[in-house]
């Protein structure tokens, strides 16, 4: 069956291994799959829910569009945009904030995670997030949202806003109740340093995760570097428990090489760690560096990239804008 797809990526800089197998990687081969309409956005309104400077903003808006391009999505197959360019997701986001409530809010671990200790000096905006989150989706009717394991609250809190909303206003169908698409082992990219720790782009250190400007030399170094155990390879899948870190290193080299943990653990059976990880940052190399020198080439081609977000942006725009005018009209307005 054919699918609406619809995706965000924040511009915050430092995209990770963590996006690319968790997301992006994902976005491409739906792409890919005949019928499907996918719509993938850079979520610059999101970004600047916790403090960003200007001028690097811009740079990492231009930069994730171009990881985007630079990883196989392409404008004349997906539509790539900006959100700050298409008004109807602050309007959207404001009515379903209007239907949302307090005590689901309350309930997101994201806001609790971001907001620390002090979460009295967080923005509002980082409070009410996952609304705008529900806007983006809802007003593109999307069936399908793929994501990595950290925003599954997030749709489940979207398929809320929108079962209320249908409910409460009397219109059965007029939004979607969205499908997360979580890859069932590729889900939750670990930190390469604590295999606890998701890989993250606000981790301090740089060692914990490969971004993907990284160079070749940065990628073996980080594989090298990277935490391990003192017990052999795994012989099968039981013998993952408790190894959290082998688990991560194991899952990066099956998702990059397209087959499951089963097969990568017989592969490296009889292998020691340093043949793995020699052969992990091979694969490694071979998926990301040319991502890499691509997303170096694209972004320098500012106007190129502007053009592809303001193209992407008038078709986004729409779509969402008819949604937004039906949702006026449906509350009173
Ligand atoms: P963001 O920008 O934090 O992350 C982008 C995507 O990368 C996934 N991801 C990971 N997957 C696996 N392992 C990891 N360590 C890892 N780190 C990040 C995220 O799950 C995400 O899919 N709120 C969203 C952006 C957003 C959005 C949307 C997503 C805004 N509106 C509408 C879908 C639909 C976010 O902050 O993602």
């Known amino acids: 069956m054919a699918k609406k797809i619809f995706s965000g990526v924040q511009p915050t800089g430092n995209l990770h291994l963590g996006n690319y197998i968790g997301a992006i990687k994902n976005f491409v081969d739906l792409q890919n799959k005949k019928d499907n309409q996918c719509i993938f956005c850079v979520v610059d309104l999101h970004a600047i829910t916790v403090r960003q400077d200007p001028k690097e903003l811009k740079n990492n808006i231009r930069e994730t569009t171009a990881a985007f391009l630079a990883s196989g999505i392409e404008p004349e197959k997906s539509i790539i945009f900006n959100q700050s360019l298409v008004p109807a997701h602050s309007e959207g986001s404001w009515i379903l904030g209007c239907v949302a409530r307090m005590?689901?809010?309350?309930?997101?671990?994201?806001f609790k995670e971001k907001a620390g200790k002090d979460k009295e000096k967080a923005s509002i905006g980082l409070y009410i997030y996952p609304v705008l989150m529900a806007a983006d989706i809802l007003l593109y009717d999307a069936t399908h949202v793929p994501v990595g394991e950290d925003q599954k609250q997030h749709l489940e809190l979207s398929r809320d806003i929108a079962q209320k909303?249908?409910?409460?206003?009397?219109?059965?169908?007029?939004?979607?109740?969205?499908?997360?698409?979580?890859?069932?082992?590729?889900?939750?990219?670990?930190?390469?340093?604590?295999?606890?720790?998701?890989?993250?782009?606000?981790?301090?250190?740089?060692?914990?995760?490969?971004?993907?400007?990284?160079?070749?030399?940065?990628?073996?170094?980080?594989?090298?570097?990277?935490?391990?155990?003192?017990?052999?390879?795994?012989?099968?899948?039981?013998?993952?428990?408790?190894?959290?870190?082998?688990?991560?290193?194991?899952?990066?080299?099956?998702?990059?090489?397209?087959?499951?943990?089963?097969?990568?653990?017989?592969?490296?059976?009889?292998?020691?760690?340093?043949?793995?990880?020699?052969?992990?940052?091979?694969?490694?190399?071979?998926?990301?560096?040319?991502?890499?020198?691509?997303?170096?080439?694209?972004?320098?081609?500012?106007?190129?990239i502007d053009d592809i977000l303001l193209n992407g942006s008038q078709k986004a725009e729409k779509i969402a804008k008819l949604k937004v005018e039906k949702l006026k009209k449906i509350v009173g307005f």
């Open 103 to 110: 005590g689901w809010l309350n309930r997101m671990t994201q």
């Open 165 to 304: 909303f249908n409910l409460d206003f009397k219109s059965p169908n007029f939004f979607q109740t969205p499908e997360p698409l979580i890859q069932k082992n590729f889900a939750r990219i670990m930190s390469l340093k604590d295999g606890k720790k998701k890989m993250s782009k606000s981790d301090p250190s740089d060692l914990s995760r490969i971004n993907l400007k990284d160079t070749k030399d940065e990628i073996v170094n980080k594989i090298k570097k990277a935490k391990t155990d003192n017990e052999d390879m795994p012989t099968d899948e039981s013998k993952l428990n408790n190894r959290p870190e082998i688990e991560n290193l194991l899952s990066i080299y099956s998702s990059l090489s397209n087959q499951n943990i089963k097969n990568t653990i017989e592969q490296f059976s009889n292998k020691n760690f340093s043949e793995f990880k020699a052969q992990l940052a091979d694969i490694v190399v071979e998926i990301i560096s040319p991502i890499s020198e691509e997303i170096k080439r694209l972004e320098k081609d500012t106007q190129f």
